[in-house]
């Protein structure tokens, strides 16, 4: 598990330090490319907050791609200091706050043959789900980052642990048989998998 401080990554802490200015996990991992199926997860603890209205800016749980419209994922929390998706152009929102500094599953659900593609989950619940107006088209000029964009703004405040990366769409019904399951061996589909709990 990293704990971000406002605008940045506490390494291995529970508590949420405002000192760090500016860190993020960079990975090695490509992340799922065009208009492919996908499925990202995390575990997020946040008491940050996020809604313009408040003052708040988008605090960025996993980004890749590139820049450009259409060709970069962004999952987020932002209105509401709810989760939301966006390619870069579009977004959807949800409706569940998760600032309320307990541990929460989340999860982004894209599959491109539903007539709504793309699934917000909280704790294995469907918020909601929509369509968006910018076709998606995911880059790979940068690798998956963990606490901000690829652009190198909107950090973290909180935590996250457990993130994963499937190269499909995940059921509810999945999503909660595993999402307290810490994987010790290889998965069919899962292409990326950072449990947090060590690291340099």
């Known amino acids: 598990m990293y704990s971000f401080g406002q605008n940045g990554l506490d390494f291995f802490s529970e508590e949420i330090d405002e000192a760090y200015v500016g860190d993020y996990i960079q ?3 490509n992340g799922i490319s065009g208009d492919a199926d996908r499925t990202v997860e995390a ?3 946040t008491d940050g907050l996020f809604h313009p209205a408040d003052g708040g800016s988008q605090g960025v749980i996993v980004d890749w791609g590139t820049v450009g419209t ?7 929390v932002l209105f509401d200091n709810a989760l939301r998706i966006e390619i870069q152009g579009s977004g959807l929102s949800g409706t569940i706050p998760v600032n309320d500094g307990e541990w929460h599953h989340v999860a982004v659900v894209y599959s491109g043959e539903d007539e709504n593609p793309y699934k917000l989950y909280v704790d294995g619940v469907l918020d909601v ?20 964009r690829i ?3 909107k950090y973290f405040f909180g935590a996250i642990d457990e993130v994963r990366v499937w190269d499909v769409a995940l059921t509810a019904a999945e999503l909660i048989e595993n999402m307290n399951i810490e994987f010790c061996a290889p998965q069919e589909n899962l292409k990326a998998y950072y449990k947090l709990n060590e690291g340099v």
Request: net charge negative; no cysteine.
């Open 43 to 45: 575990w997020i603890k």
């Open 27 to 29: 990975t090695t991992y």
């Open 151 to 153: 652009d190198g703004n």
């Open 70 to 76: 259409g060709s970069r994922i962004t999952f987020i």
């Open 129 to 148: 789900e929509g369509d968006l107006v910018t076709t998606i088209n995911t880059g790979t000029s940068v690798d998956m980052r963990m606490g901000a």
